[in-house]
């Protein structure tokens, strides 16, 4: 039977030169593809303590084995490089059609190494390689570069690029695929990492289809689930995740006035998904071989945000843009959502940064003489829009806040770090650990820090069950026990995920984790089986947790913001609740196999089959 191999392009920018790169099956066995392969290549191929903006660090393009087959929702692939924004490990995800047109191309995956003198993109045809001139590109927004590479490769290419941000090498900089849909790459500043690199786009069409060992059975499995998936789904195909702004705020998991506030009723109306559908909503779209069709088109037809159609803003950006700077005009949320687009910027990040400037100047630790006559008023867009650009230019004040959350709080000094609210650097994603104590949890622990995806774990504390894990009920969200072993092993089942590639939404579908030992049996010719599959996960997991524990990340690093810990929320179901973080640490850490510090301990490593050199 043919071996399962993955086979990455691997291009040396300083040079201009790329090879294949044959990544074997037995390394795809325990690791797969996506964020997963990405673990085990950066721990290895990147020095502890280098520059992330320097050339000897890696950028990853990776897809999974699953990327682009019959797999509903598998048109994904991850992004990843040590972060500029956090120090540590870094990596974003992404849906749209680029994953899936890089596979047809015959290759899974494009490491970049080195930096190019001069602007440059990457044009891959099938098995052709190019390496173009970008200086025409240079300067120009996320949606102009997507048109005008297009234009000069081919119009069904599909093209990841950075906008003026990932250029001027702002840390909370994306990498944006599907020009105005914005199927965004958005955690950990890779942009900036692309910009350093002189890497202005990456653009891929390919006529082939990946390989599959059993397309037959993969498809007849695919069938059979899809009408319940299809009716499980459909709430989420109907709203896309605009709908979860009124249902946060109603369960106190919503971000108000920068984690502040307990209850913002009339702001959530204002700017969710009833809102959205009267006023601003055109259309949906599906990424690459989806059914469910999540993303949303919208249109701001008159008045001082009126603008072209394109895709809208998902919920991490109307609660981070909106309730967490308490904007309340969901023409201005939509400009500014945008602007970060055009420019190609994190909106969790942007949001963070922009309410803890907001709360910094209503409590006078700066003024207009600092923001150079901005008004950072909470709720004003004028002032907001202005700062997105001076931060999308890297200029101004927006030098400053561009810099991340921990750069900006020093730079402020007078106590601001209170203020900041973040794990590890990385800003707060809009769901609130008062509301669920798991969320915190995986916050603290999470390898690119605050980051909900990586753990998920308020899906199942409010929906989804997984009786294949252990997970037969609903759990309570506010209690204090089992949430160490309910946290690592969704985070380990989270990892799978990133690695397979396939979205997380596919959750809400019923997937169960048997479909995907099952699928990856029919794509690879393997026979894999659940504890296998689970283990690939907790051996990512702990690789990336010693790609952290090089960059000199204990137990230290893994905590909350005072503001979190000690303020607890009111007037909602959350009322009186916050994280009993040292309580559920020691039990995660034990269940994890790790010392009292956080690291891993030698006999975890060797269980996993993890090796650690140097």
């Not at 599959?212 to 689930?225: H, I, N, R, T, W």
């Not at 913002?264 to 009267?278: H, P, S, V, Y």
Request: hydrophobic residues 35%.
């Amino acid at each position: 039977m043919k071996k399962f191999n993955l086979n990455l392009l691997r291009i040396n920018l300083t040079k201009r030169t790329w090879d294949r790169w044959v990544i074997e099956e037995d390394t795809v066995k325990k690791y797969m593809g996506g964020s997963g392969l990405a673990s085990k290549i950066l721990l290895e191929g990147v020095r502890p303590g280098i520059d992330p903006l320097g050339e000897e660090n890696m950028l990853l393009f990776l897809a999974g084995p699953m990327t682009g087959t019959a797999v509903p929702s598998s048109s994904r692939f991850t992004a990843a490089a040590k972060s500029p924004l956090t120090h540590i490990w870094g990596e974003a995800n992404a849906g749209g059609n680029w994953g899936k047109e890089l596979r047809n191309t015959g290759y899974d995956g494009i490491c970049f190494e080195g930096r190019s003198e001069k602007p440059v993109y990457l044009w891959i045809q099938n098995e052709k390689v190019e390496i173009r001139d970008a200086f025409h590109l240079w300067g120009k927004d996320v949606f102009e570069v997507h048109n005008l590479v297009q234009r000069e490769t081919d119009p069904k290419a599909a093209v990841a690029c950075i906008g003026k941000a990932g250029e001027n090498q702002v840390r909370m900089a994306s990498i944006v695929g599907d020009g105005r849909h914005a199927r965004v790459a958005a955690r950990c500043g890779l942009g900036a990492v692309a910009g350093a690199k002189g890497l202005k786009a990456v653009a891929v069409r390919g006529t082939g289809i990946p390989f599959v060992a059993d397309p037959k059975g993969l498809e007849q499995s695919v069938k059979a689930l899809l009408p319940s998936y299809l009716e499980n789904a459909k709430g989420m195909s109907i709203t896309g995740t605009a709908w979860l702004v009124v249902n946060q705020e109603k369960l106190g998991s919503y971000p108000i006035k920068n984690w502040s506030m307990s209850r913002w009723q009339e702001g959530a109306l204002k700017t969710g998904w009833e809102e959205m559908k009267e006023t601003i909503f055109t259309r949906r779209f599906h990424c690459g071989g989806c059914v469910i069709g999540c993303g949303r088109t919208v249109q701001v037809r008159e008045g001082e945000y009126a603008g072209e159609e394109q895709g809208g803003p998902e919920y991490e950006t109307l609660a981070m843009l909106g309730s967490n700077c308490l904007l309340d005009q969901l023409p201005a949320l939509q400009k500014a959502h945008e602007m970060c687009n055009r420019y190609g910027m994190d909106t969790i990040e942007i949001g963070g940064v922009l309410a803890f400037a907001m709360e910094c100047f209503e409590r006078g630790l700066i003024s207009k003489k600092d923001t150079g006559g901005v008004d950072l008023r909470w709720g004003d867009p004028k002032g907001m829009l202005e700062m997105v650009k001076q931060i999308g230019e890297r200029d101004g004040f927006g030098e400053i806040l561009g810099q991340g959350l921990v750069a900006a709080s020093k730079a402020i000094g007078q106590g601001s770090e209170k203020y900041a609210i973040h794990v590890k650097g990385a800003s707060f994603a809009a769901h609130d650990p008062r509301g669920y104590n798991s969320v915190g949890l995986a916050y603290a622990t999470n390898p690119r820090g605050a980051c909900h995806l990586q753990g998920y774990t308020n899906v199942f504390e409010r929906t989804v069950t997984m009786p294949e894990l252990g997970l037969h009920e609903i759990p309570d969200r506010f209690s204090k026990e089992g949430k160490g072993e309910l946290v690592a092993r969704l985070q380990n089942l989270m990892c799978l995920y990133d690695a397979a590639t396939i979205c997380k939404f596919t959750l809400f579908g019923r997937v169960k984790v048997s479909h995907l030992v099952e699928w990856m049996n029919f794509i690879t010719g393997w026979s894999n089986d659940l504890p296998g599959l689970m283990e690939t996960g907790e051996r990512v997991f702990n690789t990336k947790r010693m790609f952290n524990v090089r960059e000199g990340i204990r137990k230290k690093d893994d905590t909350l913001p005072e503001r979190i810990l000690t303020e607890p929320k009111n007037d909602t179901p959350a009322k009186g609740n916050v994280p009993p973080l040292e309580k559920m640490l020691k039990e995660y850490y034990s269940f994890r196999g790790w010392d009292e510090d956080g690291v891993p301990k030698q006999d975890k490593l060797q269980s996993l089959g993890i090796e650690i050199s140097g």
